[in-house]
């Protein structure tokens, strides 16, 4: 579905992903980690078009595109979703409004006419269960004076209402309780599919206990370090990052 | 009568009084020609007088225009659907280069609202009475120049409390194929504990010559009446426009004016001004400004609370793209005693190019002590995040623009009661901001 080949990027004249490799199948789940300011969420944003990222080297192919070629909003037309680190507030664009475009233009890309008011309203209460999301927020403005929380849940129950093919979850889990966690992860679950994949980047293995993934990577320094299986996701849990570090330094010393 | 070259220098000292106009409206002559005197004695702006220091107007008048008195003008069917607001269900009255047309109008009858040729009004007592009497007209050359010299225009009067059914729209229709200027006139009357909505509105059809347009509305609204006065400006590029607006609030009257510009006159001046002379008053006025190319938008407002207990409250919001221009001056006057006087202001903008441009000042001039007063003044560039998060849901640019746009607008266009009329301008912002992404 997705491989990243050699990606380099850069943002503001600084280096930021130096030669990402990165092969994604229907079905699967992965995990990124590694420590702060590794790349993650420089390489989510880049997969999403992004505009002050410069993309300096390699190609990323999306289900036979070339997806550095598309504008962002094509991007998430032909399948792709980023739920975002920091949700953006945008005052006086109602959630429900915002959707409902959002829903529309991906349909009318397809080809497809508008969603029938009626339909939307019960596509919107089904999904709103799946994140357990407060339908009080959906006449609000996009964001705008919501919880930590309530932002992430409004990520996800995005998520489910455009239906992508692929999902990155950029740190969606933190800011969630452990309640909350375990509702957004199982609404995650509830998402697989044989046809869809998921990235998941995660600081946490917790979450991970939930949503179980087929690999884990581990980026450092705009890199992919180690790949693995969740079992890497509890040794990183146990020993921190540094071994991981000091490896790499000594590959390069080498 | 046509300047054969600067109209600036024709109005400023060619053109003739007054005296010559003896037919239907004879019984406002006098007042006409004080006008015509008081014009005289202010003389024609320049960049040098204060109040008209980011508005250059010599350069607005430079240009040859007829001084259009009896100019007709037809409309065609389609003509006068492009001007119609979709969905609107009002009254109509059509001016036609300021003229009313009866056959093309559809106006209210048999109630207490009275809707008339303002020449066909001229012995009116009411006329007599408030004809170009108000105190913040005396010191506009333009407003002076218009009383004098105004072609025709509306009278509409609410009897004592009157009501409509349904607003009444107004549809200006400027059709002038040589450079015209035009002076519509209105006044408009509420009495005690009447109620109306008017929409304005106004449409260019002929973009190959210049039309200038110096309108005058004048509004009295007696005891406890409700005036909602919703301004629509959204005529061809080639036009010019100076609007004074002038209202008198007595005591527990209740005046919300709304103002729109949209693209694309080249020049737009709007003077907004409220005198409220009774107390328990409420003014609300709204602005929006939407701007493109080189429009030149500029509004002064002024409030001038006279006596105590009076409410005002003022949003102005603009955006602009291109080069584009916008000035806001909201003038502020609390006399010595107007004492619990609320009166708040505020002007955001949103700059959307690197050189469009906002001059921005609020004048505060406050006597009295008792008193709750603000203002405030934004200036914000587009966020770019909030465009990436709307397209990265895949939303186009374009729709992700306009969905912000009108987010910035909220505050305006929620105020407005009339759904038809909000649907209108969300489609004109969709517009606006379509034109400026395919420029
Ligand atoms: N706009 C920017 N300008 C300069 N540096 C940036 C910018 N955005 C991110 N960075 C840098 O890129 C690096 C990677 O950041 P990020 O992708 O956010 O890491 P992570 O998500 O793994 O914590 C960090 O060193 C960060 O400071
Ligand atoms: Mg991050």
Redesign the interface.
């Known amino acids: 579905m997705l491989t990243i080949k050699n990606l380099h990027a850069e943002v503001d004249g600084k280096q930021i992903l130096k030669g990402i490799n990165l092969e994604i199948r229907k079905g699967e789940m992965h995990a990124i980690m590694g420590p702060n300011g590794s790349g993650k969420s420089s390489l989510s944003s880049v997969l ?5 990222y410069t993309v300096t080297q390699g190609e990323v192919i999306f289900e036979g595109k070339n997806l550095l070629d598309m ?3 094509d ?3 032909e399948g792709l ?2 739920a ?1 680190q920091y ?2 507030e ?4 109602s959630n429900l ?2 959707l409902k ?3 529309n ?2 349909r009318t ?1 397809h080809g497809l006419p508008a969603m029938e008011s009626k339909e939307f309203l019960k596509l919107t209460k089904e999904k709103q269960q799946l994140v357990d999301f407060n339908a009080n927020l959906m006449n609000r ?1 996009l964001n705008e004076g919501f919880s930590g929380g309530e932002k992430k849940r409004n990520e996800v129950f ?1 998520l489910a209402m ?1 239906d992508p093919k692929l999902a990155i979850l950029d740190e969606t889990d933190s800011g969630l309780d452990i309640d909350a966690l375990r509702i957004v992860a199982a609404g995650v679950n509830k998402l697989r599919s044989a046809d869809k994949a998921f990235m998941v980047i995660t600081h946490y293995q917790r979450l991970l206990e939930y949503i179980v993934p087929d690999f884990v990577h581990v980026l450092y320094n705009g890199q992919i370090v180690k790949t693995g299986t969740k079992e890497l996701a509890l040794e990183l849990e146990e020993k921190g990052y540094d071994w991981l570090k000091e490896e790499v330094h000594q590959k390069e010393s080498v | 009568m046509t300047s054969d070259k600067s109209f600036y220098e024709f109005i400023s000292n060619g053109v003739p009084g007054p005296e010559q106009k003896v037919d239907a409206d004879n019984a406002i002559l006098p007042a006409r020609k004080l006008a015509f005197s008081r014009f005289k004695e202010l003389g024609l702006p320049t960049i040098k007088t204060e109040e008209w220091r980011y508005t250059n107007i010599q350069r607005y008048l430079k240009d040859a225009f007829t001084l259009a008195q009896e100019e007709q003008g037809t409309v065609t069917a389609e003509q006068l659907k492009a001007a119609s607001i979709p969905h609107l269900d009002s009254y109509r009255a059509v001016l036609v280069n300021g003229r009313l047309q009866a056959d093309l109008s559809v106006l209210p009858s048999g109630g207490k609202i009275t809707v008339s040729k303002l020449s066909d009004a001229a012995g009116n007592p009411q006329l007599q009475a408030w004809f170009d009497k108000h105190p913040h007209l005396q010191s506009q050359p333009f407003a002076a120049l218009n009383a004098a010299l105004f072609a025709d225009g509306l009278f509409i009067e609410a009897g004592t409390n009157a009501t409509l059914d349904k607003p009444l729209h107004i549809i200006h229709v400027y059709t002038a194929s040589t450079n015209a200027f035009i002076q519509p006139r209105h006044l408009v009357v509420l009495h005690k504990s009447a109620t109306l909505e008017v929409i304005e509105s106004a449409v260019g059809i002929n973009d190959n010559a210049i039309t200038f347009v110096n309108a005058v509305t004048e509004v009295v609204l007696e005891e406890n009446a409700e005036l909602w006065h919703y301004n629509i400006q959204n005529t061809v590029k080639n036009s010019r426009h100076i609007h004074n607006t002038s209202a008198t609030q007595k005591a527990d009257s209740r005046y919300h004016h709304f103002n729109f510009t949209l693209p694309s006159a080249e020049l737009t001046r709007n003077n907004l001004s409220v005198a409220l002379t009774g107390s328990n008053t409420e003014t609300n006025l709204h602005g929006l400004y939407l701007a493109t190319g080189t429009q030149h938008v500029d509004n002064h407002t002024f409030v001038d609370h006279l006596v105590p207990n009076c409410n005002s409250n003022e949003l102005y919001k603009g955006v602009l793209l291109d080069d584009a221009n916008g000035v806001f001056t909201g003038r502020i006057h609390v006399n010595v005693d107007a004492q619990k006087t609320n009166a708040f202001q505020q002007n955001n903008n949103l700059l959307m190019s690197e050189k469009a441009n906002i001059n921005s000042q609020p004048q505060l001039e406050i006597f009295a002590d008792d008193v709750k007063c603000s203002h405030g003044f934004t200036v914000g560039r587009f ?4 465009l ?10 374009e ?2 623009k306009s ?2 746009v ?6 305006i266009t929620d105020q407005v009661h009339i759904p038809a009329l909000q649907d209108f301008l969300a489609e004109k912002i969709r517009q606006y901001v379509a034109g400026a992404i395919n420029n």
């Open positions: 999403a078009g992004r505009e002050n504008s962002p909003e991007r998430a037309r979703f980023m975002f949700p953006v945008i005052p006086g664009v409004h915002f475009t959002a829903l233009e991906i890309y403005s995005q455009l | 966020s770019d995040e909030a990436f998060y709307l397209r990265s849901r895949g939303i186009g640019a729709a992700a969905l912000l009108n987010a910035f607008a909220f505050d």
